[in-house]
């Protein structure tokens, strides 16, 4: 593939101005070149150009939560058990869906398992050196204290621990997804030692742990036991943001699931969106997560922008969504694109990952309008090839 995009706007997403009248050269699927459109050098005959006048190129996104080979929608959860060949349509599915909307690396959080092996390492296995698929850094399945699913993998001894984390990494896990809590929100499954433990084991390995918490108990396990990820972080206090802050501790927090909720209250007769008593159980989640993030960002802990998709209510072309809920939750435009390109590819440790680099492969798409100060930008994507 050899192309020039001429006279584009780039959003490098490492401040709130664009850089305008740039043209970027691509060989072999690869940038050779890029700079200023009166700088650029003559094209290859063999290229297509591309009149780029008016749109802008963005760096391919970094869905940092995901879960490729499941549904989502609002039956999610009735969905997890479904035949493996569901599955697996299912995420061939939404490889397309997340790549078309510009999405180019998927940090998978857990999926269920088939002989032991979660069905997502298997996928990121089929797509590597796809070019119509996002890249994969998967987790094996979620690894839980106390067995409450079917689909988890259960620790029911904190002695087994151990052998939880080496069996999920000599699977081929990228990182290890905690699931530390339970029905009762003033507590937390795991013990910030038997969290320190796994990410013990996991780091021994070079492979990073992360934690799905939502309430506090389980939030404070989680960054006191060591992970490097908090996934949701519904309810963070003072002390505990700014411990993560101290720690590097990145937060994903998802907020476009409950906007998806909020969307269901109209569109769905299902009892938990519907009504007044859900409506303001929702309505407290959203004000407590939103009060939450407001914390940890004014604490400096590093935010990454993940939807959710499969595992929750979002599809896989929705990332857009939670940029825009990450605006509205008090980040700037230039912020809240950050979270879902560069500051992602630190959190999955891949350089180029959310980044336009000369020299580096060609992850980007194009939209129309200016993401840096409209995050709706992201949804009028005109290519993304």
């Known amino acids: 593939m050899n192309r020039v995009y001429r006279n584009a706007a780039i959003a490098h997403a490492t401040g709130p101005r664009l850089m305008l009248d740039q043209t970027i050269h691509v060989v072999d699927g690869c940038i050779s070149w890029m700079g200023p459109d009166d700088e650029s050098p003559d094209p290859d005959p063999s290229a297509e150009v591309i009149d780029?006048?008016?749109?802008?190129?963005?760096?391919?996104?970094?869905?940092?939560?995901?879960?490729?080979?499941?549904?989502?929608g609002a039956h999610w959860i009735d969905r997890i058990d479904d035949p493996t060949e569901v599955l697996l349509a299912a995420a061939e599915h939404n490889g397309a869906l997340a790549y078309g909307a510009g999405i180019r690396w998927l940090r998978d959080v857990g999926a269920p398992t088939r002989d032991?092996?979660?069905?997502?390492?298997?996928?990121?296995?089929?797509?590597?050196?796809?070019?119509?698929?996002?890249?994969i850094r998967a987790a094996g399945a979620w690894v839980e204290r106390q067995g409450q699913f079917g689909f988890t993998i259960s620790v029911d001894d904190p002695d087994d621990i151990e052998n939880a984390i080496t069996d999920q990494i000599g699977n081929g896990a990228d990182l290890i997804k905690l699931y530390i809590e339970g029905p009762d929100r003033e507590t937390s499954t795991w013990t910030v030692s038997e969290v320190e433990r796994a990410v013990a084991t996991a780091t021994a390995a070079g492979v990073p742990v992360t934690a799905h918490a939502t309430n506090l108990p389980s939030v404070r396990a989680a960054v006191y036991g060591g992970v490097s990820c908090v996934e949701h972080g519904t309810h963070i206090d003072q002390d505990t943001a700014t411990e993560m802050a101290k720690r590097g501790t990145y937060l994903v927090p998802t907020l476009g699931v409950g906007a998806s909720w909020d969307t269901f209250g109209t569109t769905t007769t299902i009892d938990r969106f519907n009504g007044p008593e859900a409506r303001s159980r929702l309505e407290a989640r959203k004000e407590l997560s939103y009060l939450s993030l407001h914390l940890a960002v004014n604490a400096g802990v590093t935010i990454a922008a993940g939807t959710d998709f499969g595992g929750g209510s979002l599809r896989a072309n929705h990332l857009a969504w939670e940029v825009e809920c990450l605006v509205d939750a008090g980040l700037e435009p230039w912020q809240a694109l950050a979270s879902a390109t560069w500051i992602g590819g630190d959190l999955l440790a891949e350089p180029s990952a959310g980044r336009v680099v000369i020299g580096d492969s060609a992850d980007f798409f194009l939209v129309h309008g200016n993401p840096l100060e409209d995050p709706s930008a992201l949804w009028r994507v005109w290519r993304s090839d």
């Open 116 to 135: 032991d092996r979660a069905i997502s390492l298997d996928v990121r296995d089929a797509w590597r050196g796809r070019s119509d698929r996002p890249y």
């Open 52 to 72: 780029a006048s008016g749109a802008t190129v963005v760096p391919g996104m970094v869905d940092s939560h995901s879960h490729t080979v499941l549904q989502g």
